[in-house]
């Protein structure tokens, strides 16, 4: 089964993953999108209701698109 595309507010949302991750708010719906295809994962903390930080899966494409070492 071929996975669709990821849309460009979806990929500008895993390049602000990279280098910001507290830009990103927990209700971002192209952040849930990505968390539905597990790019992303949301790591919840003591004081607010958490937020997103990329999963292996995440860091691999973005690795693949050339934006990280390794």
């Known amino acids: 089964m071929m996975r669709s595309l990821l849309s460009h507010h979806e990929i500008a949302i895993l390049f602000l993953l990279l280098d910001a991750p507290n830009q990103v708010p927990p209700g971002d719906p192209d952040a ?10 949301i ?7 958490g937020g997103f ?4 899966a995440g860091a691999e494409l973005l690795r693949r698109l ?3 070492a390794g």
């Open 32 to 41: 849930i999108a990505l968390q539905e295809a597990s790019l992303v994962e």
């Open 43 to 49: 790591v919840p903390t003591a004081f607010d209701e």
């Open 53 to 56: 930080r990329l999963t292996p």
């Open 66 to 68: 050339g934006m990280t």
